[in-house]
């Protein structure tokens, strides 16, 4: 395990150049890192490199967790990806860890696991040790504007790596770190995409819907949610209670439309437009049972707030059902992919029609018929919606608790 300083013997400067060739020129078609690892891996194994482990870890803040961890071990068909949250940086396995070592600034981080004494006081190397690892050692994958991440690697031979090895591994990390930005800015724009325009939306415009007026036209439920009174509640509550606040309300209806697959196309101050195509045969189903599923959140939601003396939130929905224009509206430099058209007006025309019928929950005659919803609800007549020439059949849940709606 003692490195001798001198010329690079012919072995490590022949695999360093395949692996260099390998990683510019037979990586590009491939979209996953971790892919790319268990390809690297395997390949080092078969050029005579006792790699047995390796991992990468990359900061990617998704709105869920903080990164992701990719690790891959000799025998495994594909490497596994765990996800750590928000805070983990703060924890006493983290900071007494060669992952904080390396993103604190440190150029290389080697360890022999034989030794009986460890020259830093890190858990995963008696860990290591434990599983069978002789040899570790961690670099930074250094990307631009100065985000860094980590690879370590471990062997399994009884004296661990050599010197060849570990100028191969010295001169493969500054390509992999190149190889591996292209994939994380990749990750880091679909993560963002998806973050603030939803999953259909943001694969939408990552395959070229970027121009003024693309879209199409297709058949959707349209739900338009909005919280009663929000304004005044905000003006006698603190800044962070009342973001506190309105994020669980949003969680309370944002989980029953993503878990039934409907889309969040936005966030409109106190409310929200969803989406849910018809190309999915179960879509009125599936809208009609998120509603139920909000209305029994929102209750409960009510119920701590008034224990807690929390003001109660009422808020309003309206669903209606027809064709929507899906896509890109706005100026020459900034656009905004939503739903626009007849529908989306007359669900959001619903919505605040839940105002004066003192139904908080309110279906469109078409919405009803076309979901076969009639035992559900009942019909509170016609009612003219502004903008409307004809008035609309409107309808309410029936009392009661949350109905048992037919899955086909």
Same mark, same amino acid.
């Given at each position: 395990?003692?490195?001798?300083?001198?010329?690079?013997s012919?072995?490590?400067?022949?695999i360093?150049?395949?692996?260099?060739?390998?990683?510019l020129?037979?990586?590009?078609?491939?979209?996953?890192?971790?892919?790319i690892?268990?390809?690297?891996?395997?390949?080092?194994?078969?050029?005579?490199?006792?790699?047995?482990?390796?991992?990468?870890?990359?900061?990617?803040?998704?709105?869920?967790?903080l990164?992701?961890?990719?690790?891959w071990?000799?025998?495994?068909q594909?490497?596994?990806?765990?996800?750590?949250?928000?805070?983990?940086?703060?924890?006493?396995?983290y900071?007494?860890?060669p992952?904080?070592?390396?993103?604190?600034?440190?150029?290389?981080?080697?360890?022999?696991? #034989?030794?009986?004494? @460890?020259?830093?006081?890190?858990?995963?190397? =008696? $860990?290591? +040790?434990? &599983?069978?690892?002789?040899?570790?050692?961690?670099?930074?994958?250094?990307?631009?504007?100065g985000?860094?991440h980590v690879?370590?690697?471990?062997?399994?031979?009884?004296?661990?790596?050599?010197?060849?090895?570990?100028?191969?591994?010295?001169?493969?990390v500054p390509?992999l770190?190149l190889?591996?930005?292209?994939?994380?800015?990749n990750?880091?724009?679909?993560?963002?995409?998806?973050?603030?325009?939803?999953?259909?939306?943001?694969?939408?415009i990552?395959?070229?819907?970027?121009?003024?007026?693309?879209?199409?036209?297709?058949?959707?439920?349209?739900?338009?949610?909005?919280?009663?009174?929000?304004?005044?509640?905000?003006d006698?509550?603190?800044?962070?209670?009342?973001?506190?606040? #309105?994020?669980?309300? @949003?969680?309370?209806?944002?989980?029953?439309? =993503? $878990?039934? +697959?409907? &889309?969040?196309?936005?966030?409109?101050?106190d409310?929200?437009?969803?989406?849910f195509?018809?190309?999915?045969?179960?879509?009125?189903?599936?809208?009609?049972?998120?509603?139920m599923?909000?209305?029994?959140?929102?209750?409960n939601?009510?119920?701590t707030?008034?224990?807690?003396?929390?003001?109660?939130l009422?808020y309003?929905?309206?669903?209606?059902?027809?064709?929507?224009?899906y896509g890109?509206?706005?100026s020459?430099?900034?656009?905004?992919?939503?739903?626009?058209?007849?529908?989306?007006?007359?669900?959001?025309?619903?919505?605040?029609?839940t105002?004066?019928?003192?139904?908080?929950?309110?279906?469109?005659?078409?919405?009803?018929?076309?979901?076969k919803?009639?035992?559900f609800v009942?019909?509170?007549g016609?009612?003219?919606?502004?903008g409307?020439?004809?008035?609309?059949?409107?309808?309410?849940l029936?009392p009661?608790?949350?109905?048992?709606?037919?899955t086909?």
């Open positions: 395990m003692n490195e001798k300083d001198g010329v690079p012919a072995r490590s400067t022949m360093t150049h395949s692996i260099r060739e390998w990683l020129k037979e990586t590009r078609t491939e979209r996953y890192i971790d892919n690892l268990v390809s690297l891996c395997e390949r080092l194994r078969s050029l005579g490199v006792p790699v047995a482990r390796s991992t990468l870890h990359f900061q990617i803040n998704n709105p869920q967790w990164g992701a961890s990719i690790q071990v000799l025998g495994a594909a490497a596994q990806i765990n996800t750590f949250e928000y805070g983990t940086e703060n924890t006493q396995a900071r007494q860890s992952i904080s070592e390396i993103l604190s600034g440190a150029d290389e981080v080697r360890e022999n696991l #034989l030794e009986e004494h @460890f020259s830093r006081p890190y858990s995963i190397f =008696e $860990q290591l +040790r434990q &599983e069978g690892y002789t040899d570790y050692i961690a670099f930074p994958l250094d990307h631009t504007l985000k860094r690879m370590t690697l471990a062997s399994d031979a009884p004296d661990g790596f050599d010197c060849d090895d570990i100028r191969i591994f010295r001169e493969m390509i770190s190889v591996s930005e292209v994939r994380i800015k990750a880091l724009a679909r993560t963002l995409m998806q973050t603030y325009v939803g999953p259909h939306a943001s694969e939408e990552l395959a070229g819907a970027t121009t003024r007026g693309s879209g199409v036209t297709l058949s959707a439920a349209v739900l338009i949610f909005d919280i009663r009174d929000f304004t005044s509640i905000s006698i509550s603190s800044r962070d209670d009342v973001i506190d606040m #309105l994020n669980t309300y @949003f969680d309370a209806i944002a989980e029953p439309i =993503e $878990q039934h +697959r409907g &889309e969040i196309l936005k966030f409109m101050g409310g929200l437009l969803a989406v195509p018809l190309e999915n045969e179960h879509a009125l189903n599936d809208i009609f049972t998120a509603v599923e909000t209305r029994q959140a929102i209750d939601l009510n119920t707030n008034l224990a807690m003396g929390k003001p109660l009422r309003g929905i309206g669903v209606h059902v027809g064709e929507v224009m890109n509206i706005g020459r430099r900034r656009l905004d992919f939503t739903a626009i058209g007849p529908t989306v007006n007359v669900a959001s025309r619903l919505e605040s029609l105002k004066t019928v003192h139904h908080p929950i309110l279906f469109s005659e078409a919405f009803v018929k076309q979901g919803f009639e035992a009942d019909g509170l016609e009612h003219a919606l502004r409307l020439a004809n008035p609309v059949s409107v309808f309410a029936k009661g608790g949350i109905p048992a709606i037919p086909a």
